[in-house]
T-cell receptor, first 114, second 115 residues
């Protein structure tokens, strides 16, 4: 069935370094790929998303790349800051029952050390 | 309201009791999702609504769990005869209609503790 795998499960970096989180999906019909950030005690919030008609999207220190052939997409955070510490979830939109449904990866706990 | 609203924010209940969790999605959002998040874990899909119907309820863990949505708006997740393993944060999200998927907006969640 539909599946989204996310790696790594935990990531620890020094402030100023880059962080990369990778996801793979199984449904080749997926065409919408959002990334969410969840801070402690809060619901996940969208930070960036990409559709299948583009290969890369950037927003300041955050970028997402998509390889539809290989069915994987990645989140890149440059010049990390302590406030980037959170759990990050990737997701892929799949068709279910004639509608689009979001399937989430298991999450990556990012720790940025000063 | 401006965002997805969930109530209560916290619920402590005794084992064996029934609980109802409520979700008020953003107005006009046709899709509504329920997820469960255990401590330090990922998002476990429970059920998905389009309008008032649930094309996918494959994630409901047992027949003690049920959900409904009325008027294409408010949804209620009911857990009957709660067990300690039901303790988790229950998150609701909604999204607008659109081709190929659209952003899902999450509520703050309901933290359920079964004692």
């Amino acid at each position: 069935g539909e599946n989204v795998e996310q790696h790594p499960s935990t990531l620890s970096v020094q402030e100023g370094d880059s962080a990369v989180i990778k996801c793979t999906y199984s449904d080749s019909a997926s065409n919408y790929f959002p990334w969410y950030k969840q801070e402690l005690g809060k619901g996940p919030q969208l930070i960036i998303d990409i559709r299948s008609n583009v290969g890369e999207k950037k927003d300041q220190r955050i970028a997402v790349t998509l390889n539809k052939t290989a069915k994987h997409f990645s989140l890149h955070i440059t010049e990390t800051q302590p406030e980037d510490s959170a759990v990050y979830f990737c997701a892929a939109s799949i068709v279910s029952g004639g509608y689009n449904k979001l399937i989430f990866g298991a999450g990556t706990r990012l720790a940025v050390h000063p | 309201g401006a965002g997805v609203s969930q109530s209560p924010s916290n619920k402590v209940t005794e084992k064996g009791k029934d609980v109802e969790l409520r979700c008020d999605p953003i107005s006009g959002h046709t899709a509504l999702y329920w997820y469960r998040q255990s401590l330090g874990q990922g998002l476990e899909f429970l059920i998905y609504f389009q309008g008032n119907s649930a094309p996918d309820k494959s994630g409901l863990p047992s027949d003690r769990f049920s959900a409904e949505r009325t008027g294409g708006s408010v949804s209620t997740l009911t857990i009957q005869r709660t067990q300690q393993e039901d303790s988790a944060v229950y998150l609701c999200a909604s999204s607008a209609p659109g081709q190929g998927g659209t952003e899902a907006f999450f509520g703050q969640g309901t933290r359920l503790t079964v004692v």
